[in-house]
């Protein structure tokens, strides 16, 4: 019998510890929540930013190209015949 009170403290602390972890645990999975969020958002913005490093090295090789025919031909076209 005198174990009895003894096993209703350590019930009532386990108890306790696991609504303690049981909030833990609610927190922990809206940061995780949050992080998928914010991890989202910043795929997005790299992508377009992805967009527009691709479109400038095109616009640039098109511009090194016409700028290389131009230098090759231009002596062509200002010879004196």
């Not at 790299?46 to 700028?67: C, E, F, H």
């Amino acid at each position: 019998m005198s174990n009895e009170p003894e096993r209703r403290v350590g019930h009532v602390e386990i108890a306790t510890r696991i609504a303690e972890l049981a909030t833990h645990q609610e927190h922990l999975t809206n940061d995780v929540t949050d992080l998928k969020k914010d991890m989202k958002e910043i795929l997005a913005a790299a992508n377009k930013a992805k967009g527009g490093w691709l479109t400038l090295i095109a616009v640039g090789g098109v511009a090194g190209s016409v700028g290389a025919m131009v230098g090759k031909f231009l002596p062509f076209f200002i010879a004196k015949p």
